[in-house]
Structure formats: C-alpha cells, structure tokens
C-alpha cells in the first residue's frame, strides 16, 4: 500500500469514527433532546469562546496597566534621580505601594555603590546601562514574590530598575478567569435548561402528531385528530403547519373510509334482494321436471333478467369504486356525433319513448375525454330520462354554447320531475326518490355520471325544468372548436 493510499484509508477511518460517535451521541436520543442537545453545545461553544476571549483581554489589561504604571514610576525617578549615585533607591520589595523597588546600575560591574542591590542585575541590565540594550520588561522574584521590573537606561552609563509586585495582578487574573467559568458554566446550564424548554415547547405538535398516528395505526379510526392550543394555532411556522396539513389529511381520510364503509354498506343491500331472487329461481329450475314448459320459460327468464341486473349492478360499483378515469386514453371527442350515436341507441332500449336531439349549434366542436366514458355518462342520463317519463313522452337532448363561451349539453324529461327534498341527494350513491323505488334500478346511474364529469372537468348538475319535468345540464368549461 503507497502512503497516499495508507494516508485515505486513516482519514476514512476517522471519519467512520467520528460518524459512529454522532450516532451514539444523537441516534437513540427524541427528537428534542438532540436538538436541545445542539443547541446547548453551540451556545456552550459561543459563550466559552466569548469567556476565553473576555478572560484574555483582562489579563493583557491588567499587565498592560502594570507595565504602564512602572513606566510612569521610572520616568519620574530618573527626573528627580539625576547626579545621586548609583544603587538602591527603594528597597521595601514586599510593599504593595508603587515603586516597591527600585535602582541604578552601572555598566561597569567594578563601579563604585554596587553594593547592597535589592533587584536582581543580569548582563542584559549592563547592556541597558551600557547602551547597547533597549529597555524591558521582565518577570522575577523577590523574598518569595513575584514581581514585575521595567529596565530602561539613564544618562552616564546608568540603568534603572524598577519593580513592583505583580502577585495582586496575578491574583486578580485567578479571580477573574474563575468568575467567568462561573458565568460561563452557568450560563451553558441555562442555555441547556432555555434549548430544551423551547425544543419541547416548539415540538409538541410533532409530539402530538406521532401520539395521533400510532394511534390511528393501533385502532384503525382516523376521526383522531392532532389538538393545538389556541395560541399554537396562531403560529405561522413550519410546525404549526405540518399539524394543520396532517389534521386536513386526517379529514380526508376519514371521509374516503366513511365513504367506502358506506359503500359496502349499500353495496351488500342492493345486492341481497337480487341475490335472493337469483337463489329461488335458480332453486326452481333445478325442479324443472315438476313445472310446465310456461312455467319453466318464465323462470328461466326472470333468471337471465335478475342476472343481467347483478351483473350491471358490479359493473357500476366497478367503476364507481375506480374513483379516477385513465388519462392515458384521452382523445379530441366531437359531442354532436356522441350525443347522436347515444340518441339513437337509447331509441332502441326505449321504444315507448320519444328522443328529440337539437346539436346543430356548436357543430364540431370536440372536448379532450375518453368516448366509451362520456358515451356511458349520456346514455344513463337518456336511460334515468325514459324511465321518469309517461309513456310517449318527450325527451328532449340539446347541445349549445353559454355566454361564458363554455359548452352545455342538457337532457330533459316532461316526467315529474324531482322534488325540492330530493333534489340535493340525486346524485348521491344508491339514493332512490319515493317515485323511483318503484321502477327499476339500484341508484347507481347519476352516481357514476356525475363522476364520469368531473373527471373529464365537467360539471353535472340537475334541477327542476320550468315547465315541467327534470333537467340535467353538462357544462363543459373549455371547448376546442
């Protein structure tokens, strides 16, 4: 293995280390502990970076002020010490009083008055004296004390020493950097005790919400929903949000399961009265040999009858349980031609009926749809039309442009129409009027034709006719000509 490719693989496994060290810190904490955690961490790292920096700016301060006080003492001592002789000028080193120490040196270490120094003399002070040094500052210690000297030269081959005790300023320091650990330790437990008051406070909706989905997922009922305080409410924030949307699903949710339990719920009614006729004919065919021929054929035909309504009646919960149509297929379907081809066929299952089609108006005109789709929606609004109306009747099929520029295609009847009471639930799955309990039929048709329109974009829509009778209009907001 080269070094370049030793050198890789050692930082991939720190950063696989460091990678497993974040998980054993974070991975098994909730959510708001980590971020508590977090945010703790940054405010601990901000305040003892502001603390360090707090407690480095005293310290120079201070020796700074120290410095500059043995500054002042040296300048007016070598005013008033001009001409004396050379050696202690003070000598009480213990003193806290400002110069605690203080004297001249000569260059020459043989030079007269060298005797009884108090400060310490080393080559670098002859230097001075000799002027071949710049004054300096230095740290020493005297009688067990530490001290602070400035070094600077005189005229005459003289320097000046002069010392004060710097173990207050030291001391000073201690107490300071301790206050601010103090502080900082303090305020590191505060953020702590803030990140995680807030992070729960700021969370208990996420809270509330996994509480509501594990309890939606323990009982299967959706009609939970997530409870937000008043003032919660009035956040506009992330959080707030996602309980808003949550709930807003929840609602929708538990509108799709009312509606497919309702759904079955009419489905297996519907079903149990042709299933039971189905069950006695079937019974009686299977004693063929007591009936006679008429009694046979007539069985035999309710049979195919009732099984020709089971089966349309699956076929309609089929496409009504779809709940969206394939837009995949969808092509440019011209309404005349449609309308004309449902017309006549409903011509054909409805003798006893007459059809009457005005499509001259918008000749041409097509709407993007699936054509055995929109042809199903018209022919149950024929069928729906022949079976409310009196025998001989009139209905009467009209496709014409609006003043909007949109495109209504309209199928009305001269039967009784449909009641105010009624008029609210016709479209309503396996809703039947006291008039239509009596004819055939399981409530299906404007159900699925009123599916079959939206999704196509229309809009179906029924009400009473002016004159008489009922009127469904099919308005289909963009036409392409």
Not at 193 to 199: D, E, K, P, R, V
């Amino acid at each position: 293995m080269s070094a370049g490719d030793a050198g890789r693989a050692g930082d991939a496994g720190r950063a696989g280390r460091a990678t497993a060290l974040r998980r054993r810190i974070l991975g098994r904490r909730p959510l708001r502990a980590r971020l508590a955690l977090v945010t703790s961490v940054a405010v601990a790292v901000v305040a003892l970076g502001v603390l360090a920096a707090a407690y480095v700016v005293i310290r120079y301060e201070l020796g700074r002020q120290l410095d500059l006080q043995l500054k002042q003492q040296a300048t007016l001592i070598s005013q008033q010490s001009r001409g004396e002789p050379t050696g202690p000028l003070y000598g009480e080193c213990t003193w806290l009083a400002a110069p605690a120490c203080a004297q001249t040196v000569r260059a020459d270490p043989a030079a007269p008055h060298q005797d009884g120094l108090v400060l310490p003399v080393t080559g670098a002070t002859r230097r001075v004296a000799a002027g071949t040094l710049g004054e300096h500052y230095s740290d020493i210690t005297v009688g067990g004390h530490a001290m602070r000297m400035l070094t600077t030269p005189l005229k005459d081959h003289r320097a000046l020493q002069v010392a004060v005790r710097s173990d207050t300023v030291d001391k000073g320091v201690r107490q300071a950097g301790l206050l601010l650990g103090a502080v900082g330790g303090a305020g590191v437990l505060l953020a702590a005790g803030l990140g995680y008051f807030a992070s729960r406070t700021s969370l208990r909706p996420v809270t509330r919400l996994t509480a509501t989905a594990e309890h939606i997922a323990a009982t299967r009922d959706p009609a939970h929903r997530i409870e937000l305080a008043p003032y919660e409410a009035r956040r506009d924030d992330e959080i707030t949000s996602l309980a808003t949307s949550f709930n807003t699903m929840l609602g929708e949710l538990e509108e799709a399961v009312a509606a497919q339990r309702r759904l079955v719920a009419d489905a297996s009614h519907e079903l149990r009265t042709p299933l039971t006729a189905l069950r006695t004919n079937a019974e009686l065919l299977a004693r063929a040999e007591r009936l006679t021929p008429a009694q046979r054929e007539r069985a035999a035909g309710a049979l195919g009858r009732q099984l020709r309504e089971v089966t349309g009646l699956v076929n309609d919960l089929i496409e009504l349980a779809r709940d969206e149509e394939p837009q995949q297929f969808l092509e440019d379907v011209r309404l005349d031609r449609l309308a004309e081809r449902c017309v006549a066929d409903a011509r054909g299952h409805w003798p006893g009926t007459v059809f009457t089609a005005d499509l001259a108006g918008p000749e041409g005109v097509t709407v993007p749809g699936v054509p055995a789709r929109l042809a199903r929606l018209l022919s149950n609004l024929l069928d729906n039309a022949a079976k409310f109306s009196p025998p001989g009747g009139v209905v009467e099929v009209r496709l014409a442009r609006t003043g909007g520029g949109a495109l209504d295609l309209t199928v009305r009847d001269h039967g009784p129409g449909i009641s105010a009471e009624d008029l609210p639930y016709v479209f309503d799955r396996f809703y039947r009027s006291r008039q239509a309990r009596a004819l055939p039929g399981s409530g299906l048709g404007l159900a699925m034709a009123r599916q079959i329109a939206r999704a196509h974009g229309a809009e179906l829509s029924a009400e009473q006719a002016p004159t008489g009778g009922a009127l469904f209009r099919i308005r289909f907001p963009e036409t392409l000509g």
